[in-house]
């Protein structure tokens, strides 16, 4: 199994402000994914962090407002830019190890937008 | 995009009873799994089903698949109070990301 040690695991930010999340795995993985969840939503696909070029981004989401970076196998980080109270969300990464399906997720970043 | 639906949406019951939580899909899929979440924390992955099972069993927990209705079932049998979480179920489709269903909220009353 792969280890994600994910951080801040919350934060208070005023809006306008931009917050870097960051996710570091234990092992190398090929896929890194972030995901975003509104309070009392499901999950939702930000964007697949590809290591080495530019992020893949889901529908509805621009790399202006969510620059992904991914240096290598076992980090990545997202950021939440211009922010407003709608980005109010827990903000998860997930990746997918060793030709597994199974999905390793970080503990979450709660963030609020105040 | 979401695929999953499940329902219900919340479901409380009292220790020791069983919980069924329902999932449906719309598109063909390699496999599926279901997923805990406690309080807004990171997601545990719970078990697996692939397309061509239909039953599957992890302690007490069972799951079941129905690839025509596409519908799946998860159930946990003789609750405790410690399975009180969110329950996802997820969608495999191929070299793709995992797309989530809405989930259910589980309350189990000691």
């Known amino acids: 199994s792969a280890v994600i040690s994910q951080k801040p695991s919350r934060d208070i930010c005023q809006r306008g402000t931009s917050l870097t999340i960051q996710c570091q795995v234990d092992s190398q993985v090929t896929m890194m994914f972030w995901y975003r969840q509104q309070p009392g939503q499901s999950l939702t696909l930000i964007a697949t962090?590809?290591?080495?070029?530019?992020?893949?981004?889901e529908s509805g989401f621009v790399i202006d407002k969510f620059p992904i970076s991914r240096p290598n196998l076992t980090f990545s980080t997202l950021t939440v830019s211009n922010m407003s109270p709608e980005d109010s969300s827990i903000y998860l990464c997930?990746?997918?190890?060793?030709?597994?399906?199974?999905?390793?997720f970080g503990q979450g970043t709660r963030l609020t937008v105040v | 995009s979401q695929q999953g639906e499940e329902d219900p949406q919340a479901l409380s019951i009292q220790e020791g009873e069983n919980a069924t939580m329902n999932c449906s899909y719309k598109?063909?899929?390699?496999?599926l799994q279901w997923y805990r979440q406690n309080s807004g924390r990171g997601l545990v992955h719970l078990i697996l089903?692939?397309?061509?099972?239909r039953e599957k069993h992890s302690g007490r927990l069972r799951v079941t698949l129905d690839t025509s209705k596409k519908s799946s079932s998860l159930l946990i049998t003789a609750s405790r109070a410690a399975d009180t979480a969110s329950y996802f179920c997820a969608t495999e489709a191929g070299n793709t990301p995992l797309v989530f269903g809405k989930g259910t909220r589980l309350s189990v009353i000691a």
């Open positions: 997930s990746v997918l190890w060793g030709g597994n399906t199974e999905a390793f």
């Open positions: 089903i692939r397309s061509n099972e």
């Open positions: 598109t063909s899929i390699n496999n």
């Open positions: 962090a590809n290591q080495g070029s530019e992020a893949t981004y």
